[in-house]
């Protein structure tokens, strides 16, 4: 089991890696459209929509991380009253298994709505991409965040020390 969680951990990398090379992507896009915009009164046509895509893909490949992680922001204004132990594990069970079925419908909609994209021919305005690609990209990684959700419910009720092991 020791194994296959440091085999899980370095393979969230992969994601962060990703994310942070389109960010960086998104950066320098963001930089030239300016100068291009500021200097030569010639902005990048396809930036608008270029960003809204690498946004895209920069929230939702990290959405998983961040689940498995518990790294989401959070306000803790009724922490004080879960004191025991017990308690605090059940309540963090209940809401990692609760947000990972939440998460199954939003997931199973936007393919709906990647399909409708996909059998409309939708595509972008400058680069003319298929827009159901960045729905089922978005479908996708919903589905793995809710999963890693409920596995991480699961893992807390009936392995916690493995969770505490992450911590360390």
């Known amino acids: 089991m020791k194994s296959a969680l440091k085999l899980v951990r370095q393979l969230s990398q992969v994601p962060i890696f990703l994310a942070s090379a389109v960010l960086f992507l998104l ?58 132990k017990w308690v605090v594990r059940i309540r963090d069970t209940i809401i990692n298994l609760a947000c990972g079925a939440m998460l ?10 990647a399909e409708r994209a ?26 793995i965040s809710a999963f890693v959700l409920i596995a991480r419910g699961l893992i807390t009720l009936f392995a916690p020390q493995y969770l505490e092991e992450q911590n360390d």
Do not use: C
């Open 27 to 84: 950066m320098a896009m963001t930089f030239a459209d300016v100068i291009m915009r500021s200097t030569f009164n010639s902005p990048i046509e396809a930036a608008t929509e270029l960003t809204r895509m690498f946004m895209a893909i920069i929230v939702f490949l990290i959405l998983p991380i961040i689940s498995g992680k518990q790294e989401h922001i959070v306000v803790d204004l009724a922490d004080p009253l879960f004191t025991n």
């Open 104 to 113: 199954l419908w939003p997931a199973q909609r936007i393919v709906v709505l």
């Open 118 to 143: 996909r059998d409309y021919g939708d595509v972008t305005e400058y680069l003319s991409i298929p827009q159901f690609y960045i729905g089922w990209f978005i479908a996708i990684m919903t589905f």
